[in-house]
């Protein structure tokens, strides 16, 4: 069995990102209070440590939020194909007949 000892240096490291990509990250770190490095931090080792998915990272406030809940709670809107799609067999029923 692997054991990983302890280090207490920090260590640094460094990507190579798109201007755009550098100001998503920027972005979505301030709506979070983080900088940068803490923010990328946070995002990579949190679903490694048992942690969910954060909807607060799409929401700024309670309102949007709710807002959003309310978005992801409601049905379908009526769409054609989608009614089609839910209408076809799956590959592994058509086998069958």
Known sequence: MYV??????RCSYQIRALPEQRDLIDYAASLLGKNRSDFMLEVV???CTGGGARS???????DNHAQLMQMFDAPPA???GL????NLKAPCDRNNE
């Open 83 to 86: 009614a089609r799609l839910m």
């Open 45 to 47: 080792c949190e679903p």
């Open 78 to 80: 009526t769409n054609a």
């Open 4 to 9: 990983r000892e302890a280090h207490h240096a």
């Open 56 to 62: 607060n990272i799409f929401c700024r406030d309670a």
